[in-house]
């Protein structure tokens, strides 16, 4: 069986490259047309003409309410409609403690990571998906599941994006579908400082598969849920880790 987006349009912020390249590519080969959007025009343009016909691309900030609504408005005025938003792009400004942040990056984070998700969502809701429906997929992360010495703060955002996903999928029932994944490390710009130079090794040994994540293995299960083989799910978190959550732990 393979899954299809045949005649869908989908909307990826982030989507010039990692995680969310690869999600714009996999709705693409499934037959949608994707909307690629992320700060750098020319990283977009990129992504759009490597991956083909389908992809089509408007630079913005996420957390810019002016560029959200003109990447919505090319969005329906280019591709017609919107069945599907991916909440992709964040941000890790600080590392850390989390007692030890400062004000402006606390803020920075919150405001790519969570309030960008709703208000972007806000927008798809009023603009297209409260009458015609459609599916939302919010990429958090494990680190949103678990607690961690230094990205503390990142972390709370994607433990709220996990709740705000139960939230939105309550309220827009049963028009629209939420659902998030939480990645454990998988090999990108974003993640380097954590697998470059070997460190990734002891990390994907202590993960029962073995091996790092790849985008393509986030892109599967982001697939498989805003396709209609996730029509009866909605509100849920999928870790995808390797089976890092599950390892055996120290033995108390
Ligand atoms: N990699 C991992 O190990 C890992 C693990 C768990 C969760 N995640 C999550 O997976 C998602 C994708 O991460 P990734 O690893 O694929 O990162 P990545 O390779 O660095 O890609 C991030 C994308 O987001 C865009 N972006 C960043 N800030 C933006 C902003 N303010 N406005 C618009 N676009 C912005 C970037 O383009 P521009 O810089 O040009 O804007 C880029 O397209 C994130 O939500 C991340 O938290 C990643």
């Not at 991956?51 to 002016?66: C, K, L, S, T, Y």
């Not at 408005?73 to 964040?90: E, F, Q």
């Not at 994607?158 to 939420?178: F, G, S, Y």
């Not at 460190?199 to 599967?220: F, H, N, W």
Request: glycine residues 12%; neutral net charge.
């Amino acid at each position: 069986m393979q899954i299809r987006m045949d005649g869908k349009v989908a909307i990826v912020t982030g989507g010039s490259r990692g995680i969310g390249r690869a999600i714009a590519e996999i709705f693409v080969r499934a037959g949608a047309r994707v909307m690629i959007t992320s700060r750098g025009a020319e990283a977009c343009e990129a992504a759009a003409r490597e991956i083909g016909e389908g992809a089509d691309f408007e630079p913005g900030h996420v957390g810019r309410e002016d560029d959200v609504r003109r990447v919505i408005d090319a969005t329906l005025s280019r591709l017609g409609r919107i069945d599907v938003l991916v909440n992709n792009a964040a941000t890790n400004p600080y590392g850390g403690p989390m007692i030890d942040v400062d004000r402006a990056r606390w803020d920075k984070t919150f405001e790519i990571n969570l309030t960008a998700p709703m208000f972007w969502s806000q927008q798809v809701w009023r603009r297209w998906m409260s009458e015609h429906g459609g599916s939302i997929v919010n990429i958090s992360s494990v680190g949103g599941l678990a607690t961690s010495p230094v990205l503390g703060v990142y972390d709370v955002t994607k433990a709220a994006l996990i709740h705000m996903t139960k939230q939105l999928a309550a309220e827009l029932a049963p028009k629209v579908r939420v659902n998030c994944l939480a990645p454990g490390l998988v090999r990108t710009e974003f993640a380097r400082a954590l697998w470059d130079g070997g460190r990734g090794e002891k990390i994907a040994q202590a993960y029962p598969l073995k091996r790092l994540g790849e985008p393509e293995d986030v892109a599967g299960a982001a697939l498989f849920l805003a396709a209609d083989t996730g029509r009866w799910i909605t509100g849920q978190t999928w870790a995808l880790d390797g089976g890092g959550l599950i390892a055996f732990g120290p033995i108390a």
